[in-house]
């Protein structure tokens, strides 16, 4: 995005009403959010403890001695002494160095040997949490093996908070992993919760999977309501527990996905949406199947 588009956005998003705000390294703009924060701060709109920001610790920053400076980078680009969450972004190390996709002579990612308790445990996130550098701590994308890990790890301190997952909607509902997390007691965060921008460069998005808001029946419920597909698969997911965090620059859609308090699908209306679930993801992650921590090979 262009330099100050996500500063803005975030302002704008502040203005309506969001709290959460979800951000990473890898997105290179946590200097702007905390830009923005500052700013909405310094007009009194909010005080830091209005908002819970998390952040996401990076494939390259996995070996538990990284982990604490990278946190400590972010907090630093965010003019923050704490985030209130942290998460380990995908389950898969690469090698760690100053490049993100660190690549061998070839062109090939380098993987690196994936250790996720040592990244967890007391010397690790864990660690920071003591530290108060993070009041809570969780994982992203992994499946249901890799959270047994953590979870049945010998002298686990504290359990992870949520599983954030790549894409949760009506066309791929997670409900297998939704119902496993709600017996752990784990939050499901939904990222991609509109489909995602369908931008085949961004992480080589499936675009064969038809787009999500020209959903008949997202859009024949909506009229019900007033309502968009948008905001439909939203209400929806949010209406069974799962955290949703659209993504938009667009002030009206920053809006609109917010108006989603109002209204409330019925049971009939949830199943039905229940049955749109294709069980085919937009973010496959295919570039990285072969990594032995690839986490979608499995079922959930
Ligand atoms: P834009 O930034 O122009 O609004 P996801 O959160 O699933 O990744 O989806 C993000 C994509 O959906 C972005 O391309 C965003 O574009 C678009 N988007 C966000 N909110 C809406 C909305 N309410 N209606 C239609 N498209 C939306």
Same mark, same amino acid.
């Given at each position: 995005?262009?330099?100050?588009?996500?500063?803005?956005?975030?302002? +704008?998003?502040?203005?309506?009403?969001? &709290?959460?705000?979800?951000?990473? $390294?890898?997105?290179?703009?946590?200097?702007?959010?905390?830009?923005?924060?500052?700013?909405?701060?310094?007009?009194? @709109?909010? @005080?830091?403890?209005?908002? $819970?920001?998390?952040g996401k610790l990076w494939c390259t920053c996995h070996p538990p001695e990284l982990v604490r400076p990278t946190l400590e980078r972010t907090l630093k680009l965010l003019q923050m002494d704490y985030v209130d969450l942290y998460i380990i972004e995908l389950p898969m190390a690469f090698q760690p160095?100053?490049?993100?996709?660190?690549?061998?002579?070839?062109?090939?990612?380098?993987?690196?040997?994936?250790?996720?308790?040592?990244?967890?445990?007391? @010397?690790?996130?864990?660690?920071?949490?003591?530290?108060?550098?993070?009041?809570?701590?969780?994982?992203?994308?992994?499946? &249901?093996?890799?959270?047994?890990?953590?979870?049945? @790890?010998?002298?686990?301190?504290?359990?992870?908070?949520?599983?954030?997952? +790549?894409?949760?909607?009506?066309?791929?509902?997670?409900?297998?992993?939704?119902?496993?997390?709600?017996?752990?007691?784990?939050?499901?965060?939904?990222?991609?919760?509109?489909?995602?921008?369908?931008?085949?460069?961004?992480?080589? +998005? /499936?675009?064969?999977?038809?787009?999500?808001?020209?959903?008949?029946?997202?859009?024949?419920?909506?009229?019900?309501? /007033?309502?968009?597909?948008?905001?439909?698969?939203?209400?929806?997911?949010?209406? &069974?527990?799962?955290?949703?965090?659209?993504?938009?620059?667009?002030?009206? &859609?920053?809006?609109?996905?917010?108006?989603?308090?109002? $209204?409330?699908?019925?049971?009939?209306?949830?199943?039905?949406?229940?049955?749109?679930?294709?069980?085919?993801?937009? +973010?496959?992650?295919?570039?990285?199947?072969?990594?032995?921590?690839?986490? $979608?090979?499995?079922?959930?």
């Amino acid at each position: 995005t262009p330099e100050g588009a996500c500063a803005e956005a975030v302002k +704008v998003a502040i203005d309506a009403g969001y &709290r959460h705000i979800d951000g990473a $390294f890898i997105y290179f703009n946590e200097h702007e959010v905390g830009q923005a924060i500052q700013e909405k701060i310094a007009e009194g @709109k909010m @005080k830091r403890e209005d908002i $819970f920001y998390c952040g996401k610790l990076w494939c390259t920053c996995h070996p538990p001695e990284l982990v604490r400076p990278t946190l400590e980078r972010t907090l630093k680009l965010l003019q923050m002494d704490y985030v209130d969450l942290y998460i380990i972004e995908l389950p898969m190390a690469f090698q760690p160095g100053e490049s993100i996709y660190p690549l061998d002579e070839n062109g090939k990612l380098l993987y690196y040997k994936t250790d996720l308790c040592a990244t967890w445990e007391d @010397k690790a996130l864990e660690a920071c949490k003591d530290a108060g550098l993070v009041k809570s701590i969780g994982v992203s994308n992994f499946n &249901r093996r890799q959270l047994e890990l953590i979870l049945n @790890k010998p002298g686990l301190k504290y359990k992870p908070v949520c599983n954030q997952v +790549v894409e949760c909607h009506p066309y791929l509902n997670q409900s297998k992993l939704l119902n496993y997390c709600r017996e752990k007691e784990i939050i499901i965060v939904g990222y991609s919760p509109l489909g995602t921008c369908r931008d085949g460069s961004w992480w080589r +998005v /499936n675009v064969k999977l038809p787009p999500l808001l020209e959903d008949k029946l997202l859009n024949s419920i909506g009229k019900k309501y /007033n309502k968009t597909a948008a905001q439909i698969s939203l209400r929806y997911n949010i209406q &069974r527990g799962v955290v949703v965090i659209p993504k938009s620059f667009n002030p009206q &859609r920053i809006k609109e996905n917010a108006e989603i308090f109002d $209204f409330c699908l019925t049971d009939e209306e949830m199943k039905a949406i229940d049955s749109l679930h294709k069980n085919e993801r937009y +973010v496959e992650l295919l570039m990285w199947n072969d990594h032995p921590e690839y986490p $979608f090979h499995d079922d959930y």
